[in-house]
């Protein structure tokens, strides 16, 4: 299945894997998700209209304060900016696509589905209650026990897993998929933002995942993670390990739109940025250090005063490059020609929001305030200016970019006023937060004094919630009416994306983008056109970029290839996920709720395994960068450079998974620790069993690089069987420790061990499929004897699992 | 009745006497956060103002007054200078984020600290248990209340609290006490009523349906009042004192209209809060 449907069929959307494409559906999918949490915002305002309860129960209201947070946060702001950078960022780099389409779609769709998994999760007896920070034990079925509670967990998980696939996509593209010319200290600023977005989502959200996986075990199998660490010394397990992802969460959610910022005060005042390097340089550094301050939101527990100093210190130290940044937008204005279009209104705006929201954080930094405004609306008011407030510049780019992703120029006068009633709705909903500060959060009594200001809150909620009425109006009219622009509409646009059509064709550039030359080309190579560039027939405007020249011999070899641009299987698998993940959801503590769950299990593993072979056999090409800038991995193909990442992600999740192990037994004494397995023996034969199969698969390449089928298939063979002896020893072993009654609900140290040992199991597992399927492509089509690379990658996926049981054996059968 | 003058010290020397001039936790707060809102508004003010002031004055009047060099479209990204400016203004932010942040510093340490009496007979511990939905206080004498926390005036009360269930936070706004509950561990602080009245303490972690009905009165009584309740609280509460008032205050807060019964001129406000500048006594 290669041909694209036209955009005006719904298969089109199903099947696409274009970048733009799927940029539109996460704009548009995340827009809803941002009516949901809206309603939801409106219904918690008019709750607050008078202190005491109204309209909402205390159950549903905090239903309402968790999911309006889980959905804004999560199914809302990344995604919406995700929508700009699928659309943007290739095209800001010169590339054709995303460097794995297919991946991108399978992130698109296991997207949608997670957040149609949250949708369902109101049906289901409720949904999750415990406010959108899960803190730990309020997050067990014990005391949020309804089962759309546990389908809130895997939908995040859906989520997790969509997030790292994108986050892999896109810094394979953005490392590898540059234009010719274009060094990284050229990205433009959007694509900067990009780039350190996704390496911030890599390693933090796999640190979620890893909580989320406890939390989805205790839930779904009924292990004692969380409850044994609400009355132990490891109490802190899950705020340690939700705020080592959640405070760079803050600047994941952040930096897109002060990529928007940089991008739209450049193209608005006819400047270019002032101190560009050091504002690099300061989101660089504001990356790393995000991973250092999460115990701030963590003053009041029990760590001590060094920690708490410490965690004060780099507080202080992260937003000193903000305030950097900050001024490098105020001089970027000075002597410019400033525009005020509607785009750059909302840049505007974003940054005076963004100025009080860290003005007010200042306030929460210094830790002995903080003991005042921890769980107040000082808080509340002081993240909505910053979340909200960078989402403002969102919605700049949403103006900015609609002329290109559209044709079509949007309603001046409606997008001026949209803003107007925003900005002043946002004020009027978030400044007398600050006034009326001692109010408890997620409360809906408060002290009768403070009831003017939440009136006057409700009231300006209600006119945010209007102005995008006008959003949605002045989106919708100007698609049909608006007046159709050519490539530029901005008169100081300089990225590429403005170089071409509006919108743009499916393969973005005639012939390749270059910067060789030290500014943007199109290089068309001759013989793959008709003689005098057909190309300059369509469109014809573009011409001032286009450079003809002599194809290289690389160029020649693939001229013929085709591109493809859809494919059913990531939808399929999606969907076969979303059953899945629905069927889980019935499990509770081990027990199933109704034997529909049971179908729905078993249909969603079908369909899964169906869509993921489908996936696997699917011929599919990729646009291909054959001349691209591809600093720090020039060395490194692509495919290979994605499993790196991947892998360091996963490092990333075993390290939060086993982090927690050694918390939870340090917590509660090590030396009290009853160790599970009763004999080391089998743990023992094992650490064999899989470091001989780590030989058998580097045999494997070996005879793949040789050309030689039956060592390749007698290679793979060999791995096979190991894998199935280890995971034969590890059945039985399970099963001799299930017939003495240690079950994973039977302590606290059998959880650990079968959660740990579990999720390496299930590698081992997704690896064996993997061989499976490779070793049946060998026997049946003489597969990877001219191309050995998936050999390879399997191989460090393989190595890895290896190297994790290197480290699990000591800890669980030795010590 | 006199009045202590709290002036705003931010050049005062940073290492202050532990207890020596931070005084209440209401105090140090006042203090710390009419600075830092004094601050913040003039930096606020001056950096909106001059954002506001640039975009106005370069905005676009359709023609270049001069030599400009525009960017063009297709050009690789470069900045533009002005670099001296840029640092000037960051090295000033700079300096006062980080003078204003180390100078509360002091003031941590000496809440950490807690003020000198602590640990000593002047100093009143109570033991503070949340639980889904409620509070329970337990005295050194071994009495115990639910959701009522009676202490006297003038005197460190240190609060240890733990939690049965979930997480639950222990605060009450206007005497600036906030305490996580955590189940399994312990934590602490402290705090000293220089007004008799009555005020709320709130939860203010999220712990489930009846989160926001988790109150409790807390009551600060005249020394010597407290010592006749301390002594016999059963009898107290049965009227065998004086205390018509205090029983008043009880029956208004059983009704689900709370926070009415606060009459304001107990308790400073959110607005003139801002500007307290004296603490009356």
Not at chain 1, 502 to 517: K, M, Q, T, V
Not at chain 2, 166 to 180: C, M, Q, S, T, Y
Request: some cysteine.
């Amino acid at each position: 299945m290669s041909d694209l449907p036209p955009a005006s069929t719904v298969k089109r959307w199903l099947v696409t894997t274009n970048h733009k494409d799927v940029g539109i559906l996460y704009l548009v999918t995340a827009l809803f998700f941002l009516l949901l949490g809206g309603v939801l915002a409106l219904l918690i305002r008019v709750q607050l209209w008078t202190p005491g309860p109204s309209l909402l129960s205390g159950g549903a209201y905090n239903e309402a304060v968790t999911t309006h947070g889980l959905l804004m946060v999560f199914w809302f702001l990344s995604p919406f900016a995700f929508g700009f950078a699928n659309y943007v960022v290739p095209l800001q780099i010169g590339a054709k696509d995303l460097a794995f389409p297919r991946l991108n779609a399978l992130s698109y769709w296991a997207y949608v589905f997670s957040g149609l998994l949250m949708v369902i999760s109101f049906f289901q007896g409720g949904t999750y209650d415990a406010g959108w920070t899960m803190y730990a034990p309020l997050n067990i079925p014990e005391y949020s026990p309804s089962v759309g509670g546990t389908t809130a967990v895997l939908a995040l998980v859906l989520f997790v897993v969509s997030v790292t696939i994108g986050t892999v996509n896109f810094l394979v593209t953005i490392h590898r998929g540059r234009a010719e010319g274009m060094g990284m200290w050229n990205l433009p600023l959007f694509t900067w933002s990009i780039l350190l977005t996704v390496w911030m989502m890599l390693f933090a959200f796999a640190a979620l995942l890893g909580a989320l996986l406890l939390l989805g075990s205790d839930r779904i199998v009924g292990t004692l993670y969380f409850t044994a660490t609400g009355t132990g010394d490891s109490s802190l397990l899950w705020a340690h390990l939700f705020w080592f992802f959640g405070h760079p969460e803050v600047y994941i959610v952040f930096f897109p739109a002060l990529g928007v910022m940089l991008e739209i005060f450049q193209t608005f005042s006819g400047r270019r940025l002032v101190g560009r390097k050091w504002v690099i340089l300061a989101m660089i550094l504001i990356a790393v250090q995000s991973f250092l301050v999460w115990m701030h939101h963590m003053f009041l527990t029990s760590i001590n005063l060094e920690i708490k100093t410490l965690m004060m210190a780099t507080t202080i130290g992260i937003s000193l490059p903000f305030d950097l940044i900050v001024f490098a937008l105020i001089y970027t204005l000075v002597k410019g020609r400033v525009q005020f279009t509607t785009p750059f209104l909302f840049s505007l705006g974003a940054l005076l929001l963004f100025i009080l929201g860290g003005i007010t954080g200042v306030f929460l930094g210094a830790t002995v305030l903080d003991y005042e405004f921890r769980g107040t609306y000082w808080v509340v008011a002081h993240f909505h200016y910053v979340m909200f407030g960078g989402a403002t510049a969102l919605f700049g780019a949403l103006y900015y970019w609609y002329p290109k992703m559209t044709g079509r120029m949007y309603d001046e006068f409606l997008g001026k006023l949209h803003f107007g009633t925003f900005f002043v709705g946002f004020n009027l909903l978030y400044f007398p937060l600050f006034l009326a500060w001692e109010t408890p959060r997620r409360v809906f009594e408060y002290n009768v004094e403070l009831i003017t200001w939440h009136q006057l809150a409700t009231i300006g909620g209600f006119i945010v919630g209007a102005s995008f009425l006008i959003m949605f109006y002045n989106l919708y009219v100007s698609y049909w009416n608006g007046e159709p622009v050519g490539e530029n509409p901005w008169e100081f646009s300089r990225t590429a994306e403005w170089a071409i059509e509006s919108p743009p064709p499916l393969e973005n550039w005639p012939g390749r983008a270059s910067y060789a030359d030290g500014s943007l080309s199109f290089i068309e190579t001759a013989p793959a056109h008709a003689a005098d560039g057909g190309r300059a027939t369509d469109g014809g405007v573009v011409s001032q970029f286009v450079e003809v020249r002599e194809p290289t011999e690389t160029e020649l070899a693939h001229a013929e290839v085709h591109e493809d641009h859809a494919s059913i299987w990531p939808f399929a698998i999606g969907l076969g996920v979303f059953v899945l993940f629905l069927g889980l959801s019935g499990l509770h503590a081990g027990e199933l709720q109704g034997p529909h769950y049971l179908v729905a299990i078993a249909a969603g593993l079908g369909l899964s395994a169906y869509a993921l072979l489908g996936f696997g056999l699917e011929e599919f090409n990729a646009p291909e960068a054959l001349i691209a800038e591809r600093w720090p991995f020039e060395g490194v193909g692509k495919t290979k450079l994605g499993v790196w990442f991947f892998l360091a992600s996963d490092v990333v999740v075993f390290g939060a998974v086993i982090g927690a192990f050694v918390f939870i037994r340090a917590g509660m004494g090590w030396g009290a620790w009853e160790t599970v397995p009763p004999d080391p023996l089998p743990g023992l034969v094992n650490t064999f069993v899989l470091l001989t199969s780590s030989f058998t698969v580097i045999l494997a390449l070996v005879a793949a690089e040789r050309k030689s089928k039956r060592g390749l298939l007698a290679a793979m063979g060999a791995t096979l069987a190991l894998g199935f002896t280890f995971l034969g020893i590890k059945a039985w072993e399970w099963s001799y420790e299930f017939s003495v009654g240690i079950y994973p609900q039977t302590s606290i140290e059998a959880s650990v061990y079968y959660v740990t040992t579990g999720l390496h199991g299930l590698h081992v597992v997704l690896g064996m499929l993997i061989a499976l399927f490779m070793f049946a492509r060998i026997y049946r089509s003489d597969a990877y004897l001219e191309d050995h690379r998936p050999v390879e990658f399997f191989g460090l996926y393989w190595h890895f699992v290896d190297i994790v049981w290197v480290f699990l054996f000591p800890l669980f059968y030795l010590m | 009745m006199y009045q202590t003058p709290v002036i705003p010290r931010p050049l005062a020397p940073l290492p202050r006497l532990p207890g020596d001039e931070w005084g209440t936790q209401v105090q140090l707060f006042e203090e710390i956060f009419v600075v830092f809102l004094v601050l913040g508004t003039i930096v606020g003010v001056v950096v909106v103002s001059y954002t506001l002031y640039n975009a106005y004055k370069y905005r676009d009047r359709g023609e270049e007054s001069g030599e400009a060099d525009r960017p063009v479209l297709g050009e690789l990204p470069t900045g533009e200078g002005g670099g001296r400016k840029l640092f000037l203004s960051f090295f000033l932010s700079a300096v006062i984020v980080i003078s204003l942040v180390a100078w509360t510093y002091g003031a941590l340490l000496y809440v950490e600290a807690g003020p000198d009496d602590q640990g000593t007979d002047e100093n009143l511990d109570v033991d503070v248990v949340g639980f889904q939905f409620g509070w329970e206080f337990e005295y050194p004498n071994g009495h115990s209340e639910t959701n009522e926390l009676r202490v006297p005036a003038d005197r460190t009360v240190t609060l240890t609290f733990t939690a049965t269930d979930v997480w639950h936070n222990f605060g009450i706004p206007e005497l600036r006490v906030k305490a996580d509950a955590i189940p399994g561990q312990t934590t602490e602080t402290w705090f000293i009523a220089e007004e008799t009245g009555e005020y709320t303490a709130w939860c203010f972690e999220l712990c489930g349906v009846g989160h926001s009905d988790m109150v409790a009165d807390v009551i600060v009584m005249e020394p010597e009042e407290w010592e006749e309740w301390y002594e016999d609280p059963e009898a107290y509460e049965n009227g065998e004192t004086d205390a018509e008032d205090e029983s008043d205050v009880d029956e208004e807060t059983d009704e689900e209209e709370n926070g009415e019964n606060d009459a304001a001129e107990d308790e400073p406000d959110d607005e003139s809060e801002a500007v307290v500048t004296a603490v009356t006594r």
